[in-house]
């Protein structure tokens, strides 16, 4: 069987799919107030369009998807969606990122899907006024009774928790101690410009080095030998029962073993979230691609991925401007 493997010699066994670039929030480092340009819904994917994508995927080795957005659970029928796919024999695991808003009642279905194993909640404050500000939307409590319900469930949680200079760096050691008695993975990212503008809102740097020693000063830590092609650089504080991570998105130090492509919502591959697109599937797929067509097509585009992603950002036709809800998060 042909595999996905890059000129750099790593393979690729990991697709990020954005089903929809619709949110039901505004966050701040995501987009502007008013909300991005969303597409008409007949450019998106549709759900059969994506189930042959990534059926044509896994026939090339691929073996996990995460499910993003926008915000999946705004999609009418995703849930459908998510059985449709686990229907994929040779796709081991399916995981999602979610703002946590619309999720709850569907915690139970959820786990009875075995290839769901794992959920991404983006919560980047602990503090009402705070969550409010930063989503420009008042829906803290749900999503912590979100958070609460996951927690108790049998899907592994992990947090995920943008820096933002001068917003919420004073919580990152009230996120380190949830990790004390319950078993989740806090993970902390490095803010990135895709938001709308192109622009970081930072009044100081906080890079990877600076949130760890904000971390060390007040827990002693000890590193987890990662796995290969992880996204983030993990930790265990002594007598937690959870760890803590922080992923280097924008200083960009894990590159080097990368296992992923992304598709947006429109059916864009992108090598590389620092990428501008590189080719659009959806257009393809509706000019009548057989499903050997596809899968040339990706065994040629993945030779186009770049060593890493200073090098797709200095490749790009335009300058960063895009939403990450327009990317798929």
């Given at each position: 069987m042909s ?25 701040q480092?995501c987009?502007p ?5 969303i597409?008409?819904r007949?450019e998106?994917l ?6 042959r ?11 996990k998807?995460?499910l993003t957005?926008?915000e999946?659970?705004v999609r009418k029928?995703f849930?459908s969606f998510?059985e449709?796919?686990s ?6 695991d399916i995981n999602i990122?979610?703002?946590g ?6 915690i139970?279905t959820l786990?009875?899907l075995?290839?769901?194993k794992n959920?991404?909640l983006s919560i980047?404050?602990l503090?009402?006024d ?5 989503t420009?939307r ?6 912590m009774d979100?958070?609460y319900?996951?927690?108790?469930s049998s ?5 995920n ?12 050691t009230d996120f380190?101690?949830?990790?004390k008695?319950?078993?989740i993975a806090v993970?902390f990212?490095e803010e990135?410009?895709f938001n709308?503008n192109?622009?970081?809102?930072t ?7 600076k949130?760890?020693t904000?971390i060390?000063?007040?827990?002693e830590i ?11 650089r993990?930790?265990?504080?002594n007598?937690?029962?959870?760890s803590v991570?922080?992923?280097?998105a924008?200083?960009?130090t894990i590159?080097?073993d990368?296992?992923?492509i ?13 990428d ?6 959806r257009d393809?797929i ?18 186009q ?12 036709k335009q ?11």
């Amino acid at each position: 069987m042909s595999t996905l493997v890059d000129n750099f010699g790593r393979q690729i066994n990991y697709v990020r799919l954005a089903v929809t670039d619709r949110c039901n929030l505004r966050c701040q480092y995501c987009m502007p107030a008013n909300g991005i340009e969303i597409v008409p819904r007949k450019e998106l994917l549709t759900y059969k369009e994506m189930y042959r994508i990534i059926r044509v995927l896994t026939e090339l080795g691929v073996q996990k998807v995460r499910l993003t957005g926008g915000e999946p659970f705004v999609r009418k029928d995703f849930m459908s969606f998510l059985e449709m796919l686990s229907y994929n024999d040779l796709l081991h695991d399916i995981n999602i990122t979610t703002n946590g808003a619309l999720i709850k009642k569907h915690i139970n279905t959820l786990e009875k899907l075995p290839k769901v194993k794992n959920i991404n909640l983006s919560i980047d404050s602990l503090q009402a006024d705070k969550f409010a500000k930063i989503t420009r939307r008042d829906v803290f409590n749900e999503v912590m009774d979100t958070f609460y319900a996951l927690e108790k469930s049998s899907l592994q949680l992990k947090l995920n928790v943008v820096i933002q200079s001068g917003i919420n760096t004073d919580e990152i050691t009230d996120f380190v101690a949830l990790t004390k008695h319950k078993n989740i993975a806090v993970r902390f990212i490095e803010e990135m410009p895709f938001n709308g503008n192109g622009l970081r809102a930072t009044n100081e740097n906080w890079s990877f080095q600076k949130i760890l020693t904000t971390i060390k000063n007040d827990y002693e830590i000890q590193e987890i030998t990662p796995e290969k092609s992880s996204t983030s650089r993990n930790y265990k504080i002594n007598g937690h029962i959870g760890s803590v991570g922080i992923i280097p998105a924008f200083t960009r130090t894990i590159c080097n073993d990368c296992n992923r492509i992304r598709i947006t919502s429109t059916g864009t591959l992108k090598n590389c979230l620092f990428d501008d697109g590189v080719f659009n599937l959806r257009d393809f797929i509706r000019k009548g691609a057989s499903n050997n067509d596809l899968k040339n097509l990706f065994l040629q585009l993945v030779k186009q991925k770049p060593e890493n992603g200073f090098v797709a950002e200095a490749n790009r036709k335009q300058h960063v401007s895009e939403s990450m809800s327009t990317i798929g998060g």
